[in-house]
């Protein structure tokens, strides 16, 4: 006695795409993605129409040259430090607390709240670093400088109004940006040792 063929019944698949979409949300929904990591950076307002581009020279007692080689090893003037090192070298650059003949000069400016005060206002901190040197080091060292400028902020802001600088007001807060105000430098990464 022959059998015949059964046949396989179908799966019914009609809901399949709707199952797929509604875990693809799900997962969206659910899943933390880490978004902290990064730079905020403001870009300086574009010129005016009529402003003249000259070719400004900086002295070189107001830059701060700071380069990441593709080991990662940090250089910070003619010396090598480690990150943790950097913040503090980046503080004294920038406020020049006893007026150093090899560190920014200092000038007078008339700043609210605060009346006449010395400042280096043509500071620069330059920023190098080789294209192979790792992104983890690049935010490191990016990270105190940032930091460097927030803490002299956040002293005097203690000094002067026993607050933290983001604590203050908007006109207080543009005060004390006249006295430190933050000019970090970055030139495009290049591979060092080749050619231009």
């Known amino acids: 006695m022959a059998k015949g063929k059964r046949k396989v019944p179908d799966i019914n698949s009609s809901s399949t795409a709707d199952i797929a979409f509604l875990l693809l949300i799900f997962f969206l929904i659910t899943t933390s993605m880490d978004t902290d990591r990064g730079l905020a950076r403001q870009l300086p307002p574009p010129p005016?129409?009529?402003?003249?581009?000259?070719?400004?020279k900086v002295k070189d007692r107001n830059i701060l040259p700071v380069f990441l080689n593709m080991q990662d090893q940090l250089m910070c003037g003619n010396d090598y430090i480690t990150v943790d090192q950097l913040r503090a070298k980046a503080k004294e650059f920038i406020a020049n607390p006893y007026n150093d003949?090899?560190?920014?000069?200092?000038?007078?400016?008339?700043?609210?709240?605060?009346?006449?005060?010395?400042?280096?206002?043509?500071?620069?901190?330059?920023?190098?670093?080789?294209?192979?040197?790792?992104?983890?080091?690049?935010?490191?060292?990016q990270n105190e400088l940032v930091a460097a400028y927030n803490e002299l902020r956040d002293e005097l802001a203690q000094e002067k109004w026993q607050k933290n600088y983001a604590d203050l007001n908007e006109d207080q807060q543009k005060a004390i940006r006249e006295i430190y105000p933050q000019k970090i430098s970055e030139a495009e990464p290049k591979k060092y040792g080749e050619k231009k």
Do not use: W
């Open 48 to 56: 005016e129409k009529d402003q003249k581009m000259d070719n400004i």
């Open 101 to 141: 003949e090899n560190k920014p000069e200092k000038s007078s400016t008339n700043v609210e709240f605060f009346g006449n005060m010395m400042v280096t206002k043509n500071h620069v901190i330059s920023l190098r670093c080789d294209r192979s040197s790792s992104y983890k080091a690049y935010l490191a060292v």
